[in-house]
């Protein structure tokens, strides 16, 4: 069980200021983080029930060789280019 005190620590660790008026809230907010931590926890990771809800195993497509376009095609709109490859500008 999270106490008054448990809060004012780590609010203080975390450099937070805590109103009197709002301990009582963020003592009960907490212990209920707590205690559903611990209820996840004492879960079994035994069953793989959900490994495979939709039944998909490898949904990756294999790799198809396609021609290529030819370099003529591709550097037909190239503002500069030389045996084959895009000139570029070298920068900086």
Do not use: C, W
Request: hydrophobic letters at 40%; charged letters at 35%; a negative charge.
């Amino acid at each position: 069980m999270v106490t008054h005190e448990d809060v004012l620590k780590i609010a203080r660790l975390a450099k937070l200021q805590i109103r009197e008026d709002e301990l009582e809230a963020f003592t009960k907010d907490m212990d209920e983080i707590i205690n559903f931590a611990n209820t996840i926890n004492q879960a079994t990771v035994e069953s793989s029930d959900f490994d495979h809800i939709n039944q998909l195993e490898n949904v990756f497509r294999e790799d198809v060789v396609e021609p290529s376009l030819p370099s003529e095609d591709i550097l037909r709109n190239a503002e500069s280019q030389e045996d084959g490859y895009f000139l570029v500008k070298k920068r900086g």
